[in-house]
């Protein structure tokens, strides 16, 4: 499966985002996929996943109640919106897709896109 995030930029604290991801190749609706995100400095970390087959989702405490992920399966799209954004939601953002079940793990994801930067000013 080919990846290709975009929608990210720079916006002020309490401002709203979203970005998408592109899947495509065979077999997509199998697949789970996820957001990650990588500060600088820091290890990339596990922001969001939804399953494409069941529509089940999953957030970190730390985005919990803020970031929404869906999809749209008819244009193979997953999209992460992103609400009440602040400074430390500063970082690289990345969609990834493994085969199969459940996992925030970054080592069980084989495929990922390019970054796209989000910047949030304060």
């Known amino acids: 499966v080919q990846l290709q995030a975009s929608g990210g930029g720079l916006v002020q604290a309490g401002d709203s985002l979203r970005l998408s991801c592109a899947a495509s190749?065979?077999?997509?609706?199998?697949?789970?996929m996820g957001w990650f995100r990588q500060a600088p400095g820091k290890e990339r970390e596990f922001v969001s996943a939804?399953?494409?087959?069941?529509?089940?989702?999953y957030y970190s405490d730390s985005v919990k109640g803020r970031f929404t992920i869906s999809r749209d399966n008819a244009k193979n799209l997953v999209y992460l919106q992103m609400s009440s954004l602040k400074p430390e939601d500063t970082a690289v953002y990345y969609c990834?897709?493994?085969?199969?079940?459940?996992?925030?793990?970054?080592?069980?994801?084989?495929?990922w896109g390019q970054g796209t930067q989000v910047t949030v000013s304060s």
């Open positions: 939804i399953s494409w087959s069941s529509g089940n989702t």
């Open positions: 190749g065979r077999t997509v609706s199998s697949y789970f």
């Open positions: 990834a897709a493994r085969y199969g079940a459940y996992s925030t793990a970054t080592k069980y994801f084989p495929y």
